[in-house]
């Protein structure tokens, strides 16, 4: 239970619930459930291109051929891909920070997979795509959260893209976003018209 109680938004009472719930599936379930948690542990690794959860070397979105390489949208976790793919306003590829700048938490930009991304555009990051060639990207769109932190790690990338590839298109999502929330919780209607009104950083 204590371990149940671990998981994200999981409080006390779910927890609890959750245990009761355990108790009285059957042991296949049960095991079928434990099973399922070792796979993801040995399994499920991040992408070697744009540091999404893949089960392989690259995920889903950077195998798929059909994507257009020449856009790369940075948000700040895997969970944050989800809700942009549901708004089907983009088609190209992602960067996956690993989270926001917080100099108070003491999350500098070394923490975060910013280096990676710079490499990436300036097409010196390898491995390259599928058939070796580098990606080419022509815009980043900057889709960190609408909060202090996001807004301080947009400003960032913007600065070092704006210095190191400056022909590089810099955007970043239009408002419409609720200032201080999650873009995990946002709804695709909120987050289709952000996609849409997009701005140029720099
Ligand atoms: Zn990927």
Known sequence: MTELGKLPGIGGRTAQRLAFHLLRASEE????LADAIREVKER??????????ADGPR????SDERRE???VCVVEEPSDIIPVERT???HGRYHVLGGALSPIDGVDPEDLRIAE????VAGTHEPANADGRPEEIREVVLATNPTTTGEATALHI???????SPDVTVTRLASG????????YADELTLGRAFSGRRRLS
């Open 117 to 120: 991304l710079l490499a990436r």
């Open 88 to 90: 089907h306003e983009f």
């Open 59 to 62: 995920c889903r979105i950077c």
């Open 69 to 71: 390489p020449s856009t």
């Open 44 to 53: 499920i690794g991040l992408c070697e291109i744009c540091f999404n959860l």
């Open 29 to 32: 379930d049960a095991l079928a």
């Open 177 to 184: 976003l609720p200032v201080g929330a999650d873009l995990e």
């Open 158 to 164: 913007a600065e070092q893209l704006h210095e190191r």
